[in-house]
């Protein structure tokens, strides 16, 4: 069986000026390790640069199946080139794998839709076009002091003859206002009020996009610094004086918020180089600061668009690189401008000092822990060396990893510079970052030189080697690897660092033989650094797991949701990750760009993790606490203990004791209803368990939501399309992993397996087709074959579904889950299954298009085999989309009931004192 997952994907539409380099990255494995692995475009095929990656997140979710280890090694990247079209085209995307053993898969990934690049530049009246300057601004809640000190210093300049373009990311709405009001009638800005909030990166691209024709030079500049009045004048001179130049970039002061002195210029710490000949030293580590350039328009058509936005790239990097290659730099060495160091910062000034390399691995945290196990005397010796051994892979991993994730950013540069086109002995320079020969070049002119990359030349090599040896000795020794790290590192992608860091802190405990297992479920539930501030502003903290693109489904929404409830009526919301100890701005950008109805929430939302004691969390006297699981519910208990409340607000999406077996998980989900709490209910029945349960009485009830579902416009057009279809379509919500067992996958197998047993499902009129898990490809008993086409985000996923006619989703659990009633309200018609009081006629208020049965084989079988002889009534399903339940926040949550939580809340101090008085 063919397992995979596609972790980052083509766009599905672009229009590129230039040709653009996409990495197509994901995990495929097999009984068979894979040999080549290709991305085929319409005609165009493209292999993969890295096909063995380590992937121990993907052993741990299928290591009840894999034997043989090879999703050990299992990661993949493919660099896919995507050339300009004079035409709009729609070209097939396929992931073709050829395995060892000779078998051969093709996996339809979608369709990419290709158009012409059409300018989007400002249509502008000017009275002198000799010499204009085109300054792009990027904002984003700025300060408005600042703001409004770097507009001011833009009028004060030398150099008249300028426009500045104002590309706003979103920011609040009162801020946008206040710096309209500054802007005022000077028609020499021109402020763009974008709808989305894209990022610094995609937001100075559009920013230059805009750039009018009528443009000569175009000039950067950030939000908050300040420029001295002939920085513009200067930087034009300079350009004019040499010809052949194309950009031009000078000093600056960096100075504090206040205006008091850091550094009197950029380079206190640092080396300046910038020559064409040091192409291959700035393709690694940029020096040419984007608020300090200034360059020619007719760069344009060469820098945009800007390349994909792979780990941390930046847009003045690239650049710099494009000037580089068209013609040089010239630098002024003076300082035109105050940069401003802040924590808003995207990024600020660093100093790259010239530590050795033994040395900075020596500051690596395995490294560290390496240092204190040999010191230590208390442990036996034979232990201690098992721990040291285990440390120092964990180092060898960090160095692995290092190309594949730090330094994405530097191969994404070289591999698109080198699609712009250069002379030869340029591309030469540009490439050094891709091979062990080119970064040992580089390294040597770095130290003959005594330039300052930082070493990232010297942890690119190292890593390039640790990967070749890794592919010729490791890979066939990966059981033995196995055994090494096991209880070491983590057991999915979102908590790589859980395990890792249990062994770390039992390395500094001197107790010899503390079970990492008990230190896991102690860090799991209690023990953080909650400290109160009176520096902190109050917040409405809502506590979750983790923030993880690859497990993002409705309960998440439903959590962001109630948080927005709060955000909406005036609060400050902070999200803590109880199980991250750190994530990703890439990560964390996917989970804001999911749901079109929470990204201007989320983008304004404070994220931290929360993971152990070892971070300190501020927090008010009177902040409120959201719990969204049994362990959070104890973790928010704990934070509500040091403020002036003594209860919290539970989200109880479920009753969770029954997602374990009888055990300590179960036994502290239960435990947890026990806490001071008011409860908000995901659903009305929920709710009804609960009290009919005893786990609360009626009169503490406290209050629910019905999740909203997605409203499906049905139109007779699409039923003739459904009704023209070859194959009718079975939707099964299919999610294998443990961790989901209450959504019986199994039982949904066997029972869409006795449904052809029973004469229905024929291969000629159905396709079965899985949604939730990972991508796959799967052949029940019977024959029938499932095809998992993985996870989707809201708007792919509500294109989705009312393309199939059948839906199978099952929830061993007393909530009714939205699933089955979304599938209904796209026109499916729907089997799910029964629990206690979720009874079938619960689902029948709902809709008609649901059929809830018992859970067993041959209720469910029966069920699907009776739904699917209506799949061609389309005027009953019709009828039945139209469902008894919310489809918009507004409705699902009062504002009263809102209000009522935060009084009793707020109420509970009372209480608190009145006890402590008696």
Known sequence: MLYYNIDKMLPKKAS??????????GWVFSDSRAARIQVVVGDSVFDATDKTIYRPDVLADYLHIDRKLNSLFSGFRVPVVIEPVSTIEEREVYLEVTFRNGTT????????????????????????????????????????????????????????????????????????????????????FIFIDNEDNVGFYHNFERCLEQVPKEAQFIALAD?????????????????????????????????KRDGGLIYDSYWVKRKNYYRTEDLDLLAIANTVTGAASVFRADLLWDIL???????????????????????????????????????NNVIGHINFGSKPFIEAIMELGPMQEVRKLVKDKNRPLKVKSKLILRELFANTVSLYNFNHLNAEHIVTLAENAEQRGAAPELLELIRRSRSVRGLWKVHRKVRRGKETLNNLELWMLVSLLVNRLTDALVIPMRRWVRRLTQNTYATSAASRGAAYRMSLTAAENPTYGVDHYVLEYKRKFKGRQFVVSTEAPRRVNLLISQIDPQNFFGGYIGMFNIAKKFYESGYSIRILMTDQSEFTKENLDRIKNHDGRLKAFLTDAEFQTCYSFEQEVKISESDLFIATSWWTAHLASEATKETIYSKFIYLAQDYEPIFYENGTYKVLAENSYRLDYYP???????????????????????????????????????????????KKKLLFYARPQPHNSRNLYALGCLAIDRVRELGGFSEEEWEVIGIGGDKSTQVLPSGIRIKHIGKFNMDDYEELLPQHDLGLALMDSPHPSLLPIEMASAGLLVVTNTYGIKTAEYFRQISSNISAVPSDIESLAHALLKQSAGAEHYEQRLAGSDVNWPHEWSGALPDNELYKAIREVEDSMQHAAATAEE
């Open 16 to 25: 590129p000026g230039n040709p653009m380099v996409y990495a197509v990255k």
């Open 680 to 726: 908000i209910f995901s659903t009305d029945i929920l709710q009804q368990y609960f009290v009919q349960s005893g786990i609360v009485s009626s009169l503490n009830a406290g209050s629910y939501f019905n999740n909203p579902i997605l409203r499906f416009e049905l139109s007779e057009q699409q039923w003739v399309r459904l009704s023209k279809r070859r």
């Open 105 to 188: 898969c093709r996996i339809e990934l979608g369709t990419m839709t290709l158009s012409p690049y059409t300018p989007r530049e400002l249509d502008i009246q000017t009275s002198d076009d000799t010499g204009l300057v085109t300054i792009c601004m990027t904002t984003y809640n700025p300060d408005l002091e600042q703001f409004r000190r770097q507009v001011e210093s833009i009028r004060s300049q030398e150099y008249r003859n300028w426009i500045c373009i104002v590309s706003d990311d979103c920011s609040k709405i009162s801020c946008r206002k206040q710096m309209l009001e500054m802007l005022g009638s000077d028609k020499r």
């Open 305 to 343: 668009p800007l390349p994909p936005r792979n780990g941390d790239i930046y847009h003045d990097q690239w650049i710099a690189i494009i000037a580089n290659m068209r013609g040089g730099i010239e630098y002024i060495d003076e300082p035109l401008y105050d940069y401003v160091q802040s924590d």
């Open 223 to 255: 939000q908050d610094d300040y420029w001295y009045p002939n920085k513009l004048s200067l930087s034009v001179k300079t350009l004019l004086k040499h010809e052949r130049s194309k950009l031009v970039y000078c000093d600056m002061r960096i100075v």
